[in-house]
């Protein structure tokens, strides 16, 4: 499907896997993504703190629209913290182990979110190297964890801790190791202009990567004119069995229709109910 789409339909409803340098928000990042490509629409899927690097997935175009669906997925950093006090490495992995799985933790105070404590699940929080009080560290964290806080609430057991760095190698199902650097972007970007587009190509992923993330089912040709009018998804509409799950990303073969959210499971079952209303749809 992408080597078969015209770039200029790529531009309007894709991602670019983006390596944030330091030094730099991560709206300025998307900002100047959408200035490189020309798009009218830029927004990324997950804030990263100025001096944090890594991927940051910038959605262009159409494709902002999806972003909630990209955003909350689990996120996996590197870093560095330096310990305010000797501690063994085998005492540090005890008290790090203490903080896997179900955590409460209150947003620092310069986040923009309200400071009450909330949920989180850390799946990974080991170490990686210990150089006397320096610890390279990897966590893999649900979305909305703050890797900070996390180091220093830990600290607060062990007699003190803070971050040093953060590089963020995964958000979802993006990887730092098919990330690219804004001046990569430039480059591909300013190659294409002169009729080199392959370098550009393999940097667009297209949007239709959700349904990665949202169970999808296809639907029947008659259908489609319909449901890209509006149209609640019916019974009637779909080719096979009805996914159990309370969220569809619909398709026509390779094209995406949108995404659709169930109004009740028990209706799956009767004639040609409706099943699903339409949250977004490719109109």
């Not at 991602?15 to 990042?29: E, P, Q, R």
């Not at 490189?36 to 899927?45: E, L, M, R, Y």
């Not at 009080?133 to 893999?140: M, P």
């Amino acid at each position: 499907m992408k080597q078969e789409k015209p770039i200029i339909e790529l531009l309007e409803f894709s991602i670019i896997n983006v390596d944030k340098s330091a030094d730099m928000t991560s709206f300025v990042c998307a900002d100047r993504v959408r200035k490189i490509v020309g798009a009218k629409k830029a927004g990324h899927t997950g804030t990263l703190d100025p001096m944090v690097t890594g991927v940051l997935p910038v959605l262009l175009n159409r494709a902002t629209r999806l972003s909630n669906y990209f955003m909350k997925k689990d996120k996996v950093y590197v870093g560095k913290m330096l310990l305010h006090k000797d501690i063994s490495e085998k005492k540090l992995k005890d008290e790090m182990e203490f903080f896997i799985g179900k955590i409460m933790q209150k947003p620092p105070v310069k986040s923009r979110v309200k400071r009450v404590l909330r949920e989180r699940t850390v799946n990974k929080f080991k170490i990686i190297k210990k150089d006397g009080r320096i610890v390279e560290f990897e966590s893999d964290v649900q979305a909305g964890t703050y890797i900070r806080k996390l180091i220093s609430d830990l600290g607060e057991k062990i007699g003190g801790a803070h971050m040093t760095e953060l590089r963020r190698t995964r958000a979802g199902l993006f990887k730092v190791t098919q990330s690219h650097k804004l001046e990569e972007i430039q480059k591909a970007y300013e190659e294409y202009k002169n009729g080199k587009e392959e370098n550009l190509r393999k940097m667009l992923i297209p949007a239709e990567i959700v349904k990665q993330l949202v169970t999808s089912l296809q639907v029947k040709e008659e259908s489609v004119k319909m449901l890209l009018n509006g149209k609640p998804l019916a019974k009637e509409d779909i080719i096979g069995k009805i996914p159990n799950s309370e969220q569809f990303s619909v398709f026509f073969k390779e094209r995406f229709i949108g995404i659709y959210n169930g109004i009740d499971p028990l209706l799956n079952e009767k004639g040609n109910c409706v099943i699903a209303k339409p949250q977004f749809i490719m109109n």
